[in-house]
T-cell receptor, first 113, second 115 residues
Framework: LAKTTQPISMDSYEGQEVNITCSHN???????ITWYQQFPSQGPRFIIQ???TKVTNEVASLFIPADRKSSTLSLPRVSLSDTAVYYC??????????????FGGGTRLMVKP | ETGVTQTPRHLVMGMTNKKSLKCEQH?????MYWYKQSAKKPLELMFV???????ENNSVPSRFSPECPNSSHLFLHLHTLQPEDSALYLC??????????????FGEGSRLTVL
């Protein structure tokens, strides 16, 4: 199981770019990296997934260095509504449900006006 | 709207009651999951079903009993619960249980309070 380590919390201001880094030193060859966002009393929501290099979608970018031992979620120009908990998941590309679907502690992002 | 619907959204029950949580997905997914989220704790995976067969049970007490009658529906039957079982119970689905097939789709959750 590729354990993940994230900062417990981060503060930012509206309009700033926020980068949240996740460490996964024992990531395996078949593991993918997935990020989720969760608001209070709601289920997590998928943000982005990647395997290597850089992935970008309409809400975020995911940077993965060549050794894949860490990844960085980048949120451009955050707003107050981006205040949430962000989870990094690392899991196998195979039929092992337990490895894929275990969430860590997450990073609580607070965006201030 | 994620395509995963959970009912009820809120449930209060006594320790001797029997109740059930329901989850429904119309996404054509093959895998469904139950998670528990207690206050200020990470999500805990409880059960995983793939093609209606249970493939994961993370040492969950027997007072929680899952049922997956078909690929679209998942139930969590509750009986003789304890106050520490009060939590947000989240249902999720995915195309398959493989990690490279994309995202988990979560429902809004069922907030359970055990008195």
């Amino acid at each position: 199981l590729a354990k993940t380590t994230q900062p417990i919390s981060m503060d930012s201001y509206e309009g700033q770019e926020v980068n949240i880094t996740c460490s996964h030193n024992n990531i395996a060859t078949n593991d993918y990296i997935t990020w989720y966002q969760q608001f209070p009393s709601q289920g997590p929501r998928f943000i982005i997934q990647g395997y290597k290099t850089k992935v970008t979608n309409e809400v975020a970018s995911l940077f993965i260095p060549a050794d894949r031992k860490s990844s960085t979620l980048s949120l451009p120009r955050v707003s107050l509504s981006d205040t949430a908990v962000y989870y990094c998941l690392v899991g196998v590309g195979g039929n092992n449900a337990g490895n894929m679907l275990t969430f860590g502690g997450g990073t609580r992002l607070m965006v201030k006006p | 709207e994620t395509g995963v619907t959970q009912t009820p959204r809120h449930l209060v029950m006594g320790m001797t009651n029997k109740k059930s949580l329901k989850c429904e997905q119309h996404l054509g997914h093959n895998a469904m999951y139950w998670y528990k989220q207690s206050a200020k704790k990470p999500l805990e995976l409880m059960f995983v079903y793939s093609l209606e067969e249970r493939v994961e049970n993370n040492s969950v007490p027997s007072r929680f009993s899952p049922e997956c009658p078909n690929s679209s529906h998942l139930f969590l039957h509750l009986h003789t619960l304890q106050p520490e079982d009060s939590a947000l119970y989240l249902c999720a689905s995915s195309q398959d249980i493989r990690g490279d097939t994309g995202e988990l789709f979560f429902g809004e959750g069922s907030r359970l309070t055990v008195l």
